[in-house]
Nanobody, 116 residues
């Protein structure tokens, strides 16, 4: 099983980034997927979840209205479009597969730094 996150980087406040997470080794389309993040010196924080058929999405209050989660089941990939980024969004972002009972599975993380 692999969850390969990419798309992180350094961006100025107010800017945008799009994260991707490519999955392999399990039946991607059968499971909800999420993004989590961990800011420096803090615990893991849930960011967003999308159902297996994209019929429903949910967001933490801290990112609602600024971030959009989506998925492409044909490409075994989920995305996180992040707009109006703030310094408080600086964190390592992880994708997560709710692949129970064999999983769940975590990706390796991608660093997002919001700074001027």
């Amino acid at each position: 099983v692999q969850l390969q996150a990419s798309g992180g980087g350094l961006v100025q406040p107010g800017g945008s980034l799009r994260l991707s997470c490519a999955a392999s080794g399990f039946t991607f389309s059968s499971y909800p997927m999420s993004w989590f993040r961990q800011a420096p010196g803090k615990g893991i924080e849930w960011v967003s979840t999308i159902t297996r058929g994209s019929s429903s999405t949910s967001y933490s209050d801290s990112v609602k209205g600024r971030f959009t989660i989506s998925r492409g089941n044909a490409k075994n990939t989920i995305y996180l479009q992040m707009n109006v980024l703030e310094p408080e969004d600086t964190a390592v972002y992880y994708c997560y597969a709710w692949a129970l009972p064999r999983g769940p599975y975590w990706g390796q993380g991608t660093q997002v730094t919001v700074s001027s």
